[in-house]
């Protein structure tokens, strides 16, 4: 059973900090890739970023990048996303999802439409 728990979210001021942590199955961590997406009310589903826990390579989005950083600790089955320098648009619910393909074809597209597996969001606020 493909399982994924997304922590973390909560109340932060534009500029402020947090820390997303998506606890996966073990045969999730080692032959799918893991990413976050983000939905913001009245709005689509978009991808913030992805790694590959497998090699640690790693897609953004180009409106987090230089901002938000996603790694992977293999021994706890666990993918974080550090969020720095958070701005009042990235309030959403964010959610953490699981693929069984290959980090280039999200590269590629970057769509929720990828995604085999989700998890129940958390959410995360910045207030201006």
């Known amino acids: 059973e493909v399982q994924l728990q997304a922590s973390g979210g909560g109340l932060v001021q534009t500029g402020g900090s947090l820390r997303l942590s998506c606890a996966a199955s073990?045969?999730?961590?080692?032959?799918?890739?893991i990413g976050w997406f983000r939905q913001a009310p009245g709005k689509e589903r978009e991808g913030v970023s992805c790694?590959?826990?497998?090699?640690?390579?790693?897609v953004y989005a180009d409106s987090v990048k230089g901002r938000f950083t996603i790694s992977s600790d293999n021994a706890k089955n666990t993918v974080y996303l550090v969020m720095n320098n958070l701005k009042p648009e990235g309030t959403a619910d964010y959610y953490c999802?699981?693929?069984?393909?290959?980090?280039?074809?999200?590269?590629?597209?970057?769509?929720?439409?990828?995604?085999?597996?989700w998890g129940k969001g958390t959410q995360v606020t910045v207030s201006s």
């Open positions: 999802a699981a693929a069984a393909v290959s980090l280039d074809r999200v590269r590629r597209t970057f769509n929720a439409y990828d995604m085999d597996y």
């Open positions: 073990r045969f999730v961590f080692d032959d799918y890739v």
């Open positions: 790694i590959s826990p497998h090699d640690g390579d790693t």
